[in-house]
């Protein structure tokens, strides 16, 4: 998988990209980065690809023709007009059903928006998905592309050390993960809990399950909304509730 990222500040996305689980990926071969920089792709000397909102208010606009070009310039290469994720506090927040989508996607550009904003002809003509982070507003979009491509890239095949430990993860069933422990079994007058070094790995499945369940009650309880649930396993979320 290749992540074109269409930015003013490559070496945001450079200086990060190589460091920890997607720096490997990167070095295995596994995934591709390449961060393009809008501003050579300016009509003039000085690299200027904003200008004032027509009509007025405060700050500058990102050009639509900067852009355009920027992303020509990757479907000549590829030979294909690829997909588009805008970072975008007015698009739809980003989940994990989305990381999942994108990785089955070969060549991947990510915009960056900058300043107020980028000339909607621009979105109009090359953007495919309109994402956000959360509800609030950043500087730029390098940072949410980060977090994107590190959603991501941790669910390509051979990425992660074990593979399995993607498939539990939060949200990969609809729950937050469980609780978890390591060395040393007793510290600070807290113990782990005897299920889990009781060797029973179906008893140790269901208690974990149970946990995840909880935890998503006491976090995020709007998920519970959409997770199938057994007769057991509704009967111990009501439990939850009643004394709650």
Avoid at 120 to 146: K, Q
């Amino acid at each position: 998988m290749k992540f074109y990222v269409l930015t003013l500040f490559p070496e945001m996305i450079e200086q990060t990209i190589n460091t920890s689980i997607t720096g490997r990926a990167i070095k295995d071969g596994i995934i591709e980065v390449e961060a393009i920089n809008i501003r050579d792709f300016a009509d003039n000397d000085y690299g200027q690809i904003d200008d004032y909102p027509y009509g007025g208010g405060a700050g500058m606009v990102m050009q639509a023709p900067p852009i355009i070009d920027a992303y020509n310039s990757i479907v000549e290469r590829v030979g294909y007009k690829p997909p588009v994720v805008f970072m975008t506090p007015t698009g739809s927040t980003f989940e994990q059903n989305d990381a999942r989508t994108f990785a089955k996607i070969d060549d991947l550009v990510i915009l960056c928006g900058h300043y107020e904003g980028v000339d909607e002809r621009a979105l109009e003509e090359i953007v495919t998905y309109n994402i956000s982070i959360g509800d609030y507003v950043l500087t730029g979009g390098e940072l949410p592309a980060l977090v994107v491509m590190d959603a991501v890239t941790r669910l390509i095949p051979g990425v992660l050390n074990n593979d399995v430990s993607a498939s539990t993860e939060s949200f990969e069933d609809g729950l937050l993960e469980h609780p978890q422990y390591t060395r040393p079994a007793e510290f600070d007058g807290k113990k782990v809990p005897d299920i889990l070094l009781s060797g029973n790995h179906a008893k140790i499945d269901e208690y974990r399950r149970l946990e995840s369940i909880k935890r998503t009650f006491e976090r995020r309880p709007d998920l519970l909304d959409d997770i199938e649930l057994s007769d057991k396993e509704e009967q111990y979320l009501n439990n939850l509730k009643n004394n709650d």
